[in-house]
């Protein structure tokens, strides 16, 4: 390598975002640095997907015409291309326990999302997948090097010289750093915040292992669901007061090999502060405290070091400078509760390439093109920080976490919609423009109050939770209130949202439909706008009539 050549760009880490960003450059024709100080196939987290992380996928496969990405879109699709060690990720269980009992049924909340032609959901083996990326990477012209430590970074006006601990130079007109929580050009710029101003405070302990039971298996079959999918067959959370448990399951669908499961601990620091003690004495000894969580982890082994974390939020003062970006974990993190990490990653990698490809053409690297994706990321790690925070202030007592769930899943649940309707309307129109439109949306928690019921929901839930804290409230009079605003809202006639009895979704294709002809003819403004497509480029029924909503008695 000729080590005086200019690259367009210079990207360190190659985790998924870096090496899907290269991806998408070095296919538009640029010449692209991919830097990685470790080396490849190795252990990542941030395994499981979501509906909104699987379109984002499509969509960025789609727009750039890179169709490796497209191909981590759909677990069929995983497993045709990419490698058979991946497993699906066709329901996402919260199982909730309390100390010395069985758990009961009655406090499961299993939700199906709906199946459809365009996607499907993976738990994702990350040292095949990443390493697939990479390699797709350097297929479309990628210069990649591994085992490449990079020591110094200095930017010019004309653009930014990288030094490694070997003495190496590589000169770049842009950077942007991929590198997660040790990001070199955070510290080089004390961008950093020592104690950041996050409302969450959690660490975590995990690894993966052999010999996990299928949860389905461990129960009797008086206290299973009897929906159209099992808890087996997604990402599934046992959830108590003052964390959870995620299980992680590779060999879950038909054509995977792989017989490993990703297993975490994470804790709320202000109810499990650092003991001391190592991290799997830790795990086991939660584990023992609840019958049904130890016997799903009777019997399992563990084929990777233990890691137990420190606290895991940090965040950033700012994402972008002068010729440079920080992508996704680079930036800052919260939890791994709800998989938002993946979302929030392919978000801000849709907001930036676009922008990026832009300013190479332009050779105009001025922070004004940058500026929506840098307020995006901002907002999204923002809106994480509450939506975790305040559920782990749910964990303390059932009825409050079986009415906050509820707040995340009409969260996700439009998120979802957000995509699905600009997929929706490319398929119709094969129209890529489109895919800026999202780029209109409001972003995340900034509406004022009355103009997004959603938000308007999530502030109402928290300002309860504010008050059960300050023992003004009770756990059950904040969740009669969220409840009763539920029951208020307009949401899909697709469950009973302001019923405590109801708790588990299944979004059976009927569902869809039904959903879709509720927003298209009784919805009001401005959900309307959400289903202005027709779905009907997907095949099977047309929108089926909304049924009578169920009452529910109010709140006194």
Not at 286 to 291: M, W
Request: aromatic share 10%; hydrophobic share 40%.
């Amino acid at each position: 390598m000729d080590h005086q050549e200019k690259f367009d760009v210079a990207i360190l880490g190659s985790g998924l975002g870096g090496s899907i960003l290269a991806a998408i450059l070095g296919r538009q024709g640029f010449r692209v640095l991919l830097l990685e100080k470790g080396t490849h196939p190795r252990f990542a987290i941030g395994e499981a997907m979501l509906p909104q992380s699987s379109m984002l996928l499509w969509i960025l496969g789609e727009r750039f015409d890179v169709p490796e990405i497209q191909h981590l879109s759909s677990t069929e699709r995983i497993l045709e291309h990419v490698t058979p060690t991946c497993g699906c990720k066709k329901t996402i269980g919260f199982l909730y326990h309390e100390v010395g009992e069985r758990q009961s049924p009655e406090k499961a909340h299993l939700l199906v999302p709906p199946a459809t032609p365009l996607v499907s959901e993976s738990h994702l083996f990350r040292q095949e997948v990443d390493l697939y990326m990479v390699n797709a990477a350097v297929k479309y012209g990628a210069v990649y090097r591994d085992k490449t430590d990079v020591q110094e970074v200095d930017f010019h006006d004309d653009g930014v010289v990288l030094r490694t601990e070997t003495g190496e130079e590589f000169h770049a007109r842009y950077l942007v750093d991929g590198s997660g929580h040790k990001s070199l050009v955070a510290e080089k710029f004390g961008l950093r915040k020592a104690d950041p101003e996050l409302l969450t405070h959690s660490r975590t302990i995990f690894t993966h292992m052999i010999g996990v039971k299928r949860y389905d298996d461990t129960i009797e079959e008086s206290e299973k669901l009897h929906l159209s999918r099992n808890w087996y067959e997604g990402t599934l959370h046992h959830v108590f007061e003052g964390g959870w448990f995620w299980i992680i399951p590779f060999d879950n669908v038909e054509g995977s090999d792989n017989p490993l499961c990703s297993i975490g601990l994470t804790l709320d620091m202000r109810k499990y502060p650092h003991r001391g003690v190592p991290p799997r004495q830790e795990f086991d000894e939660i584990v023992a405290r609840y019958p049904s969580i130890a016997a799903h982890l009777e019997g399992a082994e563990a084929v990777r070091p233990w890691v137990g974390t420190g606290r895991l939020q940090y965040s950033s003062t700012d994402c972008a400078g002068d010729r440079y970006f920080l992508m996704a974990h680079a930036y800052g993190f919260i939890d791994a509760l709800y998989s938002k990490g993946l979302i929030s990653t392919f978000e801000t990698l849709h907001a930036l390439a676009p922008r990026l490809i832009d300013a190479l053409r332009a050779d105009d690297f001025s922070l004004a093109r940058f500026e929506y994706p840098r307020r995006l990321q901002a907002a999204m790690l923002q809106a994480a920080d509450r939506m975790v925070f305040n559920s782990y202030r749910s964990f303390g007592d059932y009825a409050t976490w079986n009415a906050w769930v509820r707040v995340w899943l009409a969260n996700i649940l439009f998120g979802d919609l957000r995509l699905f309707r600009i997929c929706i309307k490319y398929l119709n129109t094969g129209d890529k423009s489109l895919f800026a439109n999202l780029d209109e949306d409001p972003l995340p928690m900034t509406c004022p109050p009355g103009m997004n019921p959603l938000e308007d929901l999530q502030n109402f839930g928290e300002s309860l939770l504010d008050r059960m804290d300050a023992g003004e409230m009770t756990p059950q009079q904040v969740a009669e209130g969220i409840f009763q605003m539920l029951s208020q809202m307009p949401l899909p006639p697709v469950h009973q949202w302001g019923n405590p009895a109801a708790r588990s979704l299944d979004f059976l294709p009927e569902k869809l439909m039904r959903m879709i002809g509720w927003g298209k003819m009784e919805a009001p403004e401005p959900i309307q706008r959400l289903f202005d497509f027709d779905p009907s480029v997907l095949g099977g029924p047309p929108p089926a009539p909304a049924p009578e909503p169920v009452a529910v008695p109010a709140v006194a």
